[in-house]
Every structure is written in structure tokens, then in C-alpha cells.
């Protein structure tokens, strides 16, 4: 067990009196009605349970804040923590919740750090539990499964697992960005590259192992705690802390090693024509294909006005994608480049790989999204307006963009829809509002930021239900939009709260009880 203190190399007892001085506020501030230095010891007892390449780090620490350091880092939706436990086993986990709760603190696990639900925000004082060095990455051949599974560590990032599964000859459903991690993804259901063939990434959930809000470990599968595993796959941030996943792998196939990709510019005047064929070519979107498009700024182009980046991945050769694609070369694009790339490295071809900066820490980032079925015309040229009028009136916003998301779905429909806690397996389209900015301090920019982002998404909903991805939902959208219409979703998941989180210590991530005092299950109120 190692303690990070700002000077390396203390002793022991040193080490313990700068904790017990560090600790001592943070104990006084949670649990007034105790001696403090009932808590040394029991700090010191944490340690002793801990494994010893487990890490504590206090905000003192100079390592504190990098090691904190998260996609947005707002008041609006990042959390702030008096201790950060890194554990690297999952009894360590276990530990680190049941510290947690005999003394009151609030805990909050975290792994790849691009969680932007504002909720997240309400977690101060008391305790994250960063798992980024919780990393099994083991392969096994399974019988059940008729092929190959993999064990993987609730901390590893997407780049880890889709680089470590390649190297073996193996793909599964991934997110696209490489440093967004494994799990968050996968706990809201998770849209990937490979949906269209195998489903989301939680449609490969085999097992997962989960630390409960008491500590306590089981184990959720079609077999185990069948109803835990069904909660698991769409709303799993609500349950527990999974220490680690085993999922269905896919061996690559020789003629699918490829992926072919073309990415058009279009000025803001071809909205109308491009997108009218994007429906037509939708209709017959094969399984192996991926359109997405960001409205953004592109100095190169404009300094001042979004383009449309349209892209299309085909997972086969340029000649295929050039027969499904070429109607949209009639359209005269701009800027046109294509090239050949494999699964690991698609997320460069987004500008969103590990190392781009894309990756890096973007000060406040706020991100919504909402599914439609179709491209609503209108709508959509209303959506693209706003975005250009934010980016006039707001210029340090600029950063700020609209990715709409056209990933084959055939895959995740074919699975039952009530099979799962995912609940908008017939929607086709995917539309993120990501509004930001990187100035420090200014609660007005952050208040403009977040109107502006409700502003988008009222107009990409355009005329449909409200419906929203669970991993984009940035805290105001009602329960319904986000875990389902059917009455029997919502009953299903509180009566699982009941019964796996009474005391709903699961609280800072799209939560599915509102407004609830704490450890009492009060009737939500609704939004
Ligand atoms: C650039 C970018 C690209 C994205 N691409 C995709 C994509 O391709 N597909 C997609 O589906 N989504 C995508 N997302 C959305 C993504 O699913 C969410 O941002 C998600 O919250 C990120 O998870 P994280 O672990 O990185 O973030 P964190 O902030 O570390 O975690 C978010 C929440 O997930 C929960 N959590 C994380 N790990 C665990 C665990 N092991 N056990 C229990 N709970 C856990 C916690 O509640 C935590 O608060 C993208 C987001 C960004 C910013
Ligand atoms: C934890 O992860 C960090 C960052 O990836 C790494 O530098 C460190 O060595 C890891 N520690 C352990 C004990 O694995
Ligand atoms: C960490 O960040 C907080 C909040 O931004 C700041 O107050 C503190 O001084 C930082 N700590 C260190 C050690 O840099
Ligand atoms: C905060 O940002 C707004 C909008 O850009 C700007 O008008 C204002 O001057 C900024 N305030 C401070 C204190 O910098």
C-alpha cells in the first residue's frame, strides 16, 4: 500500500501524521460528532487492508489534481473528492466502499474520466475510486460461448482493450474514442464501430463481477443475479462498481481487416441536398458501415462558420465504400480525403485517438444527445443555424460542435429490446451537442454554455420523442427519456435499486432516483 505525499520517502510515522493532519479536516467537516483521532487509526487500518501496490492521494498532493484530471473539468459536472483510491484489486474496491460508508463519505468511481452528467458534480467531500489500474486483460476459450472470451478490467481504456484484442487476432464492440474508457461505455448500453455486426457493447456482456454499495461482491450473468445483469446493460452506474467484464470476442476476418474511409467537406448551403440523400442511403445502410458527421469549425476553411464533416468507415475495401458513397461525390464536396485503416486506428481518423488532444482536458464541456429515427430536414437546418449563431454571438465557444451519428444498427436490433436495460434499440440515429469552452472561472460563460446547450438539443429533438442516450444525458432530461417510455422500465429498475442499492449509494451518474435523502427511498419527484 503506498500513500502519495507531496515529498517521496517519509517515514512511516511522518507519513501518518501529515495524513492524520490532512484527514483530520475532511473527518471534522463529514462527521463533526467524532474525535478526530478516532480516525488515525482507523486510516491506518484502510491501509493495512489495502494491496500493497493500491494508492492513496490526498488533494495536497501534487499528483492530486493530474491524477483527477478528467475530459471536462467544470464545476458543472466534474466531481470533487477529499481522497482519491486507486485500487489494483478488487477486494481493494470493496475496501475503499466500506471505508466509504462507516464514515459517511459519498464515493464515486471513475475510470476512463469522460463522464459529463452534471450529477457528477455533486460529489464533494468525499471519496473516487479512480480504476485505471484495474487492467486484466486475459483471453479464454469458452465452450458456452462457442469461441473466445475476454476478461477485462473495469479500468482499462478503450485504446487498451481494442489494441490488446488486435494484437491477438480478436475484435469486440468498442467505443470509438481510444481514451474514453471500456466500461462507461459499456454500462449505458455503448455504441461502437462493430454494432452492426454483434450488437453493443454491453450485447457482449457475458458476466460481470460488481462490487455492491456495501462492499459486497457477486457476480451478475444470465445465470447469477439474472435481473442484476439484465439492470447492468443500460443502466449499470446505478448498481455497482464492476471490477471486471467477460465478453464475447470475434476473430477478425482476413478480408474485414480494412476499413475504408472517406470524409467530404460541405459548405452549410449543401445541408438540404446532402442530407436528403443521407435518408435514401440509411434505407440500405449495410451492417458493415458507420456515417457520421460533425458540424464544426475547420480554420483551415472558415475561421468563423461550421462546415459539415461527413464521413463515412466501411469495413471492407475503398472500392465497396466507393459504390455505396458515390451518390455523395455528385454533391461536390469542398474538401474530399479517404484512406485505409484498421480498427485501432479509426478513432485518428476522427481526430479523437489516445494521443490527439481531442483526448486531452477541454475545461468545461457539456455534451447532450438525443436519438431520431431520420434526418429531419427542417429541423436540422434550424439546428444548423443556431450552431452557427452561437459561434458568432460566443466566440469562446468555439471548440463546440454537432456529431450526428449514423451507426448500422442492424446488429442491436436483433436483439429483444426488453432483454436488456437499454431502451432504444429502434432508434437509428444518435445526434451529440458538445458545447464548450477552456476559460477558467467564468460561471457566466459556464451558464451561457449550458443554455446554449439546451438550445441544440430542443432542436435536434425537432419532432420526435424526447429520447436520450444515457452516456450523453447531461442531467435535466426526465427519467423517461432516458431509461424508457414503458412504465414496467422505471418499476423494474427502482424495485432493482430496492434490491441491490438501498442505500443508493450510486447517486452521481444519471441517477435513477432523484432527489432522494439519503439512504431514505422517497418517491422521486419527477421531471
Ligand atoms: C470523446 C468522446 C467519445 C465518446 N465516444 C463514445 C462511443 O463511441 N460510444 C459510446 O457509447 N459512448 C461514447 N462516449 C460517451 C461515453 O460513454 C461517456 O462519456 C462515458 O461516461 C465515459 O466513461 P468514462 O469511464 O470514460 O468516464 P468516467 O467519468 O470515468 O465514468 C463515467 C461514469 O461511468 C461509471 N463507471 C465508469 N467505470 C465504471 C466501472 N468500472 N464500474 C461502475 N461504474 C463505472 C461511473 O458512474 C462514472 O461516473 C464518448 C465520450 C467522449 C467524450
Ligand atoms: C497505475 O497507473 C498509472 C498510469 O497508467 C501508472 O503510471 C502506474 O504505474 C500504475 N500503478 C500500478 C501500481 O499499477
Ligand atoms: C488542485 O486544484 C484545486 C482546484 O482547482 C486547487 O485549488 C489546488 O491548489 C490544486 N492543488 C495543487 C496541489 O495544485
Ligand atoms: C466571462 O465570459 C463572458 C462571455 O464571454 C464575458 O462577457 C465576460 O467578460 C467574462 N467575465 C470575466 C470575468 O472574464
Redesign the pocket.
Known amino acids: 500500500m503506498a500513500i502519495r505525499f507531496p515529498v517521496p520517502n517519509q517515514g512511516l510515522l511522518l507519513s501518518l501524521l501529515i495524513w492524520s493532519l490532512t484527514y483530520t479536516t475532511l473527518a471534522t467537516l463529514s462527521t463533526p460528532q467524532h474525535d478526530d483521532t478516532l480516525h488515525i487509526p482507523d486510516i491506518h487500518y484502510l491501509t493495512t487492508l489495502l494491496s500493497p501496490s493500491a494508492q492513496l492521494l490526498l488533494p495536497t498532493d501534487p499528483n492530486f489534481n493530474t491524477t483527477l484530471d478528467r475530459w471536462s473539468t467544470s464545476p458543472l459536472n466534474a466531481p470533487r473528492p477529499s481522497l482519491l483510491i486507486l485500487p489494483t484489486t478488487e477486494s481493494d474496491i470493496s475496501h475503499a466502499i466500506r471505508y466509504a460508508n462507516s464514515h459517511d463519505l459519498p464515493f464515486l468511481a471513475t475510470s476512463g474520466g469522460h463522464g459529463m452528467n452534471e450529477y457528477l458534480s455533486d460529489l464533494q467531500s468525499g471519496v473516487v475510486i479512480h480504476l485505471r489500474n484495474m487492467t486484466k486483460f486475459e483471453l479464454a476459450s469458452s465452450v458456452d460461448q462457442g469461441g473466445t472470451v475476454a476478461v477485462l478490467g473495469g479500468g482499462l481504456l478503450s485504446h487498451q482493450v481494442v489494441e490488446g484484442l488486435w494484437r491477438e487476432g480478436k475484435q469486440t464492440v468498442m467505443g470509438m474514442c481510444g481514451c474514453v474508457s471500456y466500461s462507461g461505455p459499456a454500462l449505458g448500453g455503448g455504441h461502437g464501430t462493430l454494432q452492426g455486426r454483434y450488437g453493443l457493447i454491453a450485447d457482449q456482456m457475458v458476466s460481470a463481477r460488481v462490487v455492491l454499495g456495501n462492499g459486497r461482491v457477486v457476480v451478475a450473468s444470465e445465470e447469477e443475479n439474472k435481473d442484476l445483469f439484465w439492470a447492468l446493460r443500460g443502466a449499470g452506474h446505478n448498481f455497482g462498481v464492476v471490477s471486471e467484464f467477460t465478453v464475447r470476442v470475434h476473430d477478425v476476418e482476413e478480408n474485414r481487416r480494412n476499413w475504408a474511409w472517406e470524409r467530404f467537406v460541405f459548405g452549410r448551403e449543401r445541408l438540404e441536398e446532402l442530407y436528403t440523400l443521407a435518408n435514401e442511403m440509411m434505407e440500405d445502410q449495410p451492417e458493415l458501415v458507420n456515417v457520421f458527421s460533425s458540424w464544426r469549425i475547420l480554420e483551415e476553411l472558415d475561421p468563423t462558420q461550421p462546415m459539415i464533416v461527413f464521413i463515412v468507415f466501411y469495413n471492407g475495401p475503398m472500392e465497396a465504400s466507393r459504390e455505396y458513397t458515390h451518390p455523395i461525390h455528385d454533391i461536390g464536396p469542398v474538401d474530399y480525403r479517404s484512406g485505409i485503416t484498421e480498427l485501432p486506428g479509426i478513432d485518428e481518423v476522427l481526430d479523437i485517438g489516445a494521443n490527439e488532444p481531442q483526448c486531452q482536458s477541454q475545461g468545461t464541456v457539456l455534451m447532450r444527445g438525443v436519438y431520431v429515427d431520420r434526418y429531419e430536414i427542417d429541423a436540422l437546418r434550424h439546428l444548423f443555424d443556431l450552431l452557427s449563431d452561437m459561434l458568432a454571438t460566443?466566440p469562446?465557444l468555439a471548440n463546440s460542435r454537432c456529431v450526428l451519428e449514423g451507426y448500422s444498427v442492424q446488429g442491436v436490433q436483433a436483439v429483444p429490446s426488453d432483454s436488456t436495460a437499454f431502451a432504444h434499440r429502434d432508434k437509428k440515429l444518435l445526434f451529440a451537442l458538445i458545447v464548450g469552452h477552456r476559460?477558467v472561472g467564468?460561471s457566466?460563460?459556464d451558464r451561457?454554455a449550458e443554455r446554449w446547450s439546451k438550445t441544440l438539443e430542443t432542436a435536434a429533438v425537432g419532432s420526435a420523442e424526447r429520447r436520450v442516450y444515457v452516456n450523453y444525458a447531461l442531467g435535466d432530461e426526465s427519467l423517461q427519456a432516458i431509461y424508457g417510455y414503458e412504465p414496467w422500465r422505471l418499476q423494474r429498475l427502482r424495485a432493482l435499486k430496492r434490491k441491490y442499492d438501498p442505500n443508493n449509494r450510486f447517486k452521481f451518474f444519471a441517477p435513477i432516483l432523484r432527489g432522494v435523502i439519503d439512504g431514505i427511498m422517497a418517491t422521486e419527484t419527477q421531471t
Open positions: 460566443e469562446a476559460v467564468n457566466t460563460l451561457d
